[in-house]
């Protein structure tokens, strides 16, 4: 057995205090609709639906994942009593587990790998502790890039095929992903082709340089200037590794073993091809996706102005720095280093005030700042951790561009996956802050010069710890001390609540209790609710085509969900306290006849014809 080294020692202390915190919130963190909703699809497979035909949203696929502890517990438990703090626990289990990992991996960078797997540690979960198509996403994300580092440095089999399975995962999670694997057989062809791709490089800096008199070049200069070029790409060689026949084989094993176990998945759990092919208009058209209809411009005119938004309308800093920090060529003198570190922190605390007065809840913004902070590190450092950019920090920023694509929450889609962005920005960091030091210690400055140098890195670092901690604070930010009240009953058996978050609990479960002693186990519910939670907790047949609610009910998707699958038009709807103008009352007057009758908390409609 090997002895602990110092670090590890500290590490297990990092460890050990985070998960108890964590521990703290499993009971402590508010549910949000979210989180709750993530249980719905595996909970209504297990009542007898089918994926694609009973459900029309889009993350339904990654049911996969959590679709057995949900199995396993109403097996053991008989009920779904509690069951979202058991989930959370697997959740958290499974985090802290990916979390060791990254420690594990980097071990021999030392402390810089404890600094590593705390920012992901207290990042990634982002107030939703829940196994779901955003957090399996990231999560194995982060494992791919583990599995690219491996391949670079051993080349083994083992590495490729795991590679191929998680790459797989990711694209169960997000169906996008898949787009991605066809880039990469075109990226194959080309490696093919990469000699003759120098050259045609080295052709276009040769026709275009001349010499000092104005001259055309001679044949040395010309071969010099070739050289040039060549030795600039003559480091890719050592990424050949990735762009083999034997990395598209082994690398594709991998995806077919996911393959395999999804459409496993699909057929055992009542999905058919005919049904693939029935809704793909439902899937792509559903209302909250909506990419059939919606104009391709919408999300980027959107998500530009969340951009603007959070710059206070000064959105063109950004691109200024880059613009200026790539045309330098004396970025790596630290005089220079310091202008941009400090333009960029600048920009950070800009974009941090802006998020708290234009966005408010948009924490996941806060990743877009280490990103930042990331890219201008490795950018400004003379001798870059090049395999931690191109393994981890590329594909990491490929994934979170497609799961800007396949979402609807445009910073929170994107703001999870940067995180594992960040775990290699904290090599860039700590390489260009030992670069700065060597600098300044190997000229002829002063005690005081080379005293106010570290200062600064280390104000640098003070500013970053407290975005860490402020990203940590707001991410749970509910305050503890107003969830006094422990639930003794229903799905959120176990957690604490504030008083009056607990009295409307109560009414709920009692109204949904009073829906389960009248209705047969047979019998259709549709719910107007926010908390969609209040499926699992009624325990009746789903009658809609996504649990996901947004306010109102869509009468045309509802109508086209019952016109092909008759067997779920609702026998009860309840729609909650929540809607006081009646709007969805209303509107399902359009589509049923019904009886009234007003509970606790909200609208009890028998339909009757």
Avoid at 111 to 121: E, H, Q, T, W
Avoid at 394 to 402: M, R, Y
Avoid at 532 to 543: G, L
């Amino acid at each position: 057995m090997k002895k602990l080294k110092k670090t590890d020692f500290l590490f297990i202390i990092a460890l050990l205090s985070i998960f108890l915190i964590h521990i703290a919130y499993l009971f402590l963190i508010p549910f949000t609709d979210d989180e709750t909703y993530y249980l719905i699809t595996p909970f209504r497979l297990l009542n007898g639906d089918s994926l694609v035909q009973h459900d029309w949203h889009l993350t339904q696929f990654s049911s996969l994942f959590n679709y057995l502890p949900v199995y396993f517990w109403t097996l053991i438990k008989g009920s779904t009593e509690q069951i979202y703090i058991f989930l959370r626990c697997v959740y958290l289990a499974i985090h802290t587990a990916i979390a060791v990992v990254i420690y594990r991996l980097f071990r021999k960078y030392g402390k810089v790998a404890i600094l590593a797997f705390v920012i992901y540690f207290i990042q990634v979960p982002y107030n939703i502790m829940a196994i779901s198509y955003q957090s399996v996403f990231v999560d194995c994300l982060l494992l791919l890039s583990i599995c690219l580092l491996s391949i670079y440095e051993k080349q083994s089999i083992v590495s490729y095929v795991f590679a191929g399975i998680f790459f797989g995962c990711c694209c169960v999670s997000n169906p996008f992903f898949c787009v991605v694997f066809l880039l990469y057989l075109l990226a194959c062809a080309l490696w093919t082709k990469r000699q003759d791709i120098v050259n045609f490089f080295a052709k276009i800096k040769i026709s275009k340089a001349v010499n000092k008199n104005g001259k055309k070049l001679t044949k040395k200069q010309k071969k010099e200037q070739s050289q040039q070029v060549v030795n600039t790409f003559s480091n890719i060689e050592s990424y050949t590794c990735f762009f083999t026949k034997k990395a598209i084989l082994w690398t594709t094993c991998g995806i077919i073993i996911i393959a395999v176990i999804a459409a496993a998945f699909f057929f055992l759990t009542g999905g058919t091809i005919s049904s693939i092919f029935d809704n793909i208009e439902n899937l792509l058209g559903s209302s909250e996706y909506d990419v059939v209809s919606k104009s391709i411009f919408e999300k980027p005119l959107a998500t530009l102005l969340y951009f603007t938004q959070a710059n206070l309308y000064m959105p063109f800093i950004l691109p200024i720095l880059f613009v200026v920090l790539l045309v330098d060529k004396k970025r790596n003198k630290n005089s220079h280093r310091f202008l941009y570190l400090t333009v960029s922190i600048l920009w950070s605390i800009l974009f941090a005030i802006g998020i708290l007065l234009a966005l408010e809840v948009y924490v996941y913004a806060i990743s877009l700042i280490f990103y930042v902070f990331s890219l201008v590190c490795y950018l400004l450092t003379e001798n870059k951790n090049k395999t931690i950019f191109y393994c981890m920090f590329i594909p990491c920023s490929i994934g979170a561009f497609v799961q800007y694509l396949a979402a609807d929450t445009h910073w929170g889609a994107i703001g999870i996956v940067l995180t594992v962005c960040n775990v290699a920005g904290v090599f860039f960091a700590v390489d260009l802050w030992r670069e700065m030091r060597q600098q300044a210690e190997n000229k002829a400055e002063t005690t005081n010069k080379s005293k106010k140098d570290k200062l600064r890195v280390i104000i640098i670092v003070g500013f970053c710890v407290q975005i860490l901690a402020y990203c940590f604070f707001r991410s749970y930010s509910q305050p503890i001390s107003i969830n006094s009240v422990k639930a003794t009953e229903g799905v959120f058996a176990g957690m604490y609540m504030s008083e009056s978050q607990y009295e409307k609990y109560n009414k709920t479960i009692d109204d949904l209790n009073y829906i389960k002693e009248i209705s047969h186990e047979d019998d259709p519910v549709l719910i107007s609710t926010y908390n969609n939670w209040m499926y699992v907790q009624v325990d009746r047949p789903m009658a809609t085509y996504s649990p996901w609610f947004r306010g109102t009910l869509d009468y045309d998707q509802l109508r086209r969900y019952y016109d092909e699958n008759p067997e779920k038009v609702p026998r009860y709807i309840y729609i909650e306290s929540s809607d006081p103008k009646n709007t969805n009352v209303d509107m399902v007057k359009e589509l049923f006849m019904f009886t009234r009758e007003d509970l606790s908390n909200g609208v009890l409609l028998t339909v009757v014809g």
